[in-house]
């Protein structure tokens, strides 16, 4: 089976701050791994994913994750947030080749002015 | 494309009625997947289906919980009777399996917020 662990449940930073969430993993087999972003009142949006080759990721709205198998994390960046990042934010997992996405438990990113 | 569209975006019942939520996948997606998100229990996947067919169902809660999908295009999730602990946002989500190969992005729709009184 499948886990993952989002260590901070809330980050609040300031804007054009740079920010990391962090996200491992656990799993006896290859993966693939996504970051989500819900704003409030909506659906979950995919940001990146990560299926193989390059371990950095780059996705949209100015994020990227690296993967990192021996320390199994898959942890979001972005150099510089703004307001408009204000959401929370899903890492999940799936098994290579297998469909049922395992979320973590969110992480609200606060943006302060 | 409009996306995954849910209906009703808002419920609000009473303890013992009959509640039907429905979800149109995005044309040509394949794959449809209910969740159900709450504040104590996160995002949690209840069944979802390939090509119309339910592939695992192991996370639907009991048997007042049950989905049907009759066609590419169409899904409901049912709880008869519902019950306050019920209450959550449910959220149908579709994708494109291709096998093995498959990169499985699921796209959601806005959710249904679900309050049973």
């Known amino acids: 089976a499948q886990s993952v662990t989002q260590l901070d449940s809330q980050v609040p930073v300031f804007e054009e701050a740079p920010v990391e969430l962090r996200c491992n993993y656990s799993?006896?087999?290859?993966?693939?791994l996504f970051w989500y972003v819900q704003y409030p009142n909506q659906g979950l949006q995919l940001l990146l994913k990560?299926?193989?080759?390059?371990?950095l990721v780059k996705g949209i709205n100015g994020f990227e994750a690296e993967f990192n198998k021996s320390q199994t994390s898959f942890h979001l960046r972005k150099p510089s947030v703004q307001i408009s990042d204000t959401a929370e934010y899903f890492c999940?997992?799936?098994?290579?080749?297998?469909?049922?996405?395992?979320f973590g438990q969110g992480t609200r990113l606060t943006i302060n002015p | 494309d409009a996306g995954v569209i849910q209906s009703p975006r808002h419920e609000v019942t009473e303890m013992g009625q009959e509640v039907t939520l429905r979800c149109k996948p995005i044309?040509?997606?394949?794959?449809l997947f209910w969740y159900r998100q709450t504040m104590m229990r996160g995002l949690e996947l209840l069944i979802y289906?390939?090509?119309?067919?339910?592939?695992?169902d192991s996370g639907m809660p009991e048997d007042r919980f049950s989905a049907k999908m009759p066609n590419a295009s169409f899904s409901t999730l049912k709880i008869q009777p519902s019950e306050p602990r019920d209450s959550a946002v449910y959220f149908c989500?579709?994708?494109?399996?291709?096998?093995?190969?498959?990169?499985?992005?699921?796209?959601f729709g806005p959710g249904t917020r679900l309050t049973v009184l």
């Open positions: 989500a579709s994708s494109l399996y291709e096998g093995l190969a498959a990169t499985d992005t699921q796209y």
């Open positions: 999940a997992v799936t098994p290579q080749g297998a469909q049922k996405l395992v």
């Open positions: 289906f390939n090509n119309n067919v339910p592939i695992d």
């Open positions: 799993s006896s087999v290859s993966v693939y």
């Open positions: 990560y299926l193989s080759g390059s371990t």
């Open positions: 044309s040509g997606h394949n794959s």
